[in-house]
């Protein structure tokens, strides 16, 4: 085990020199080399970080990389905002729908749980059979819908299909949407019992999908680009700590950087979006999409002062919650609340190049 971390921290160092050597108008190599070392020994933030923040640029004051925090750090401060206790209500996509829902916060809409054991549609009948999911999409008359694991994050296991009129057999049939489509392109729909099997034993939540606003579709249409809102709640008042809209690569269905998505800060005072970037240490940067060409950077976003409010409000819906990343995707009708993350990534505030500690302020 020894020997594999060992293994892990020389290859992290290797990229990084890699990554060094390539920086073009960036600080002497020696510097960088001699500022990484430095952060990691004294404050516990790593190369990647220092990388993935833009420390190596021409200018960036040693005073400013310390006023982020270190991995450990930010966990133990989210650790003692949001009890564990309580997270698990946020984690569990059922009780984070419930709770949204009763409280009036907008959110897709909710088709049911599919499960073969527990299953049920918003009616309560029973969704736990190939027979029970044709039978409540038939009556519901959905044209697109979408599968999510119960509990799952980066976009693992999200499944869109189209639903299909089966006029032989009086039902639906089902077209996979994005990179699975495969399975359906030669024009063959897949039956109930085959879109199950695709999915999987384990639990889904059902939900429409989003007809997404027009001016969030331009930045990438086969994806639903969504807003990533960080908010704090200090002393019973919850503000607004940074924000960074997401964007899917060509093709994919999904925006997360996971999968490789983009992300771009947004000014919260005015909506315009500055440079995309990869989230990733070697900290590429788009003014335009690199796939396809749509602005990024100067755009102004569309409501994006309701996508705040959404955000605010969405925060004092879960109990004993004091921070969270807020996803929000703009519907034509207007903001809605995807879900709520409890322990957001520490990177979020490289992505707008803010200082962790200035996000959280007095909580710090």
């Not at 199950?196 to 680009?225: C, K, W």
Request: proline residues 5%; hydrophobic residues 40%.
């Amino acid at each position: 085990m020894r020997n594999s971390r060992v293994a892990d921290a020389f290859g992290t160092w290797r990229r990084m020199l890699s990554i060094v050597k390539t920086r073009k108008d960036a600080k002497g190599i020696l510097r960088q080399w001699v500022e990484m070392t430095a952060l990691w020994a004294l404050h516990g933030i790593g190369p990647n970080y220092y990388q993935l923040a833009g420390f190596w640029r021409r200018g960036e004051p040693w005073r400013r990389m310390t006023r982020h925090l270190s991995v450990d750090a930010y966990n133990r401060l989210v650790a003692a905002l949001n009890p564990p206790s309580y997270r698990k209500l946020s984690q569990n996509k059922i009780a984070e729908k419930a709770l949204l829902t009763l409280l009036g916060v907008p959110t897709p809409r909710f088709l049911g749980v599919l499960d073969a054991t527990d299953g049920r549609d918003a009616s309560g009948a029973p969704l736990r059979t190939a027979d029970d999911l044709e039978r409540m999409l038939t009556a519901r008359g959905e044209g697109r819908v979408c599968f999510k694991l119960v509990e799952g994050h980066g976009g693992a296991g999200f499944t869109a299909v189209d639903v299909v009129p089966d006029a032989d057999r009086d039902g639906v049939a089902f077209r996979l949407v994005g990179p699975a489509s495969h399975l359906s392109s030669d024009g063959r729909l897949l039956s109930s019992a085959e879109l199950l099997t695709h999915l999987g034993n384990r639990p889904r939540i059902i939900e429409s999908f989003i007809d997404q606003h027009p001016a969030y579709r331009a930045f990438n249409p086969t994806s639903v680009n969504t807003l990533r809102v960080w908010v704090l709640r200090q002393d019973d008042r919850s503000s607004i700590r940074l924000a960074y809209l997401r964007i899917g690569r060509a093709g994919s269905l999904v925006d997360n950087h996971a999968a490789g998505g983009i992300v771009a800060p947004v000014d919260l005072d005015t909506g315009v979006l500055g440079v995309g970037r990869d989230g990733n240490p070697t900290h590429h940067t788009f003014p335009v999409h690199p796939d396809h060409g749509a602005q990024i950077q100067g755009v102004v976003l569309e409501r994006f002062a309701e996508a705040k409010a959404l955000a605010l409000e969405c925060l004092v819906v879960f109990p004993q919650i004091n921070f969270a990343g807020i996803d929000v995707a703009m519907s034509v009708d207007g903001p809605v609340i995807i879900e709520s993350n409890v322990q957001p990534s520490h990177d979020g505030a490289a992505y707008v190049e803010m200082p962790t500690r200035d996000v959280f302020e007095s909580a710090y």
